[in-house]
T-cell receptor
Framework: GDSVTQMEGPVTLSEEAFLTINCTYT??????LFWYVQYPGEGLQLLLK?????DKGSNKGFEATYRKETTSFHLEKGSVQVSDSAVYFC?????????????FGSGTRLSIRP | DVKVTQSSRYLVKRTGEKVFLECVQD?????MFWYRQDPGLGLRLIYF???????EKGDIPEGYSVSREKKERFSLILESASTNQTSMYLC?????????????FGQGTRLTVV
């Protein structure tokens, strides 16, 4: 079945460091891809998305490019801040017989040191 | 402002109790989901519903049931709570067949079964 694999955490970086969180997926058809973020004590919220191959999603300095040839959707940020400390989830959305549903990776906890 | 509201942030229940978790959304979404979040396991889908009175099992439905009597409300029921159901429970909603749209999440309910 469809699945999402993302890099294990936790990831600890210093402020202003470059961030990459790897995400690969397995899916039939042409899913949409998402990154969600969960700040401490909160639910998940959408960070960015891409709906077709070669699309780049971006928000708050984060970027990810939908790579169909490598089935990847890696999250990057050029200079992280302490406020970026959170758990990041890669996800795909696929249509099924009854409805579309979203499948999540296991999450990557990111901690940024001042 | 769009909203998914879960009835409780924290719950403590005894083993064997019947537990109801309630979720309400105000976006007229057809899809509603219940996920369970555990460290290292990410979000696992318990059940989802794509219309009133319709439901489908997710990846881990054992020990749970759901009810969708009105479009805006989706209830998760633990028929006889057990300690291994101690977890964070997240409700989400989305449009039914639009794979490009995001899911909106509630704040989560942290359930402890003692």
């Amino acid at each position: 079945g469809d699945s999402v694999t993302q890099m294990e955490g936790p990831v600890t970086l210093s402020e202003e460091a470059f961030l990459t969180i790897n995400c690969t997926y397995t899916a039939t058809g042409y899913p949409s891809l998402f990154w969600y973020v969960q700040y401490p004590g909160e639910g998940l919220q959408l960070l960015l998305k891409a709906t077709k191959a070669d699309d780049k999603g971006s928000n708050k300095g984060f970027e990810a490019t939908y790579r169909k040839e490598t089935t990847s959707f890696h999250l990057e940020k050029g200079s992280v801040q302490v406020s970026d400390s959170a758990v990041y989830f890669c996800a795909l959305s696929q249509g099924y017989s009854s409805a579309s549903k979203i499948i999540f990776g296991s999450g990557t906890r990111l901690s940024i040191r001042p | 402002d769009v909203k998914v509201t879960q009835s409780s942030r924290y719950l403590v229940k005894r083993t064997g109790e019947k537990v109801f978790l309630e979720c309400v959304q105000d976006m007229d979404h057809e899809n509603m989901f219940w996920y369970r979040q555990d460290p290292g396991l990410g979000l696992r889908l318990i059940y989802f519903s794509y219309d009133v009175k319709m439901k489908e099992k997710g990846d881990i439905p054992e020990g749970y049931s759901v009810s969708r009597e009105k479009k805006e409300r989706f209830s998760l029921i633990l028929e006889s709570a057990s300690t291994n159901q101690t977890s964070m429970y997240l409700c989400a909603s989305s449009f039914r067949r639009d794979t490009n749209t995001e899911a909106f999440f509630g704040q989560g309910t942290r359930l402890t079964v003692v």
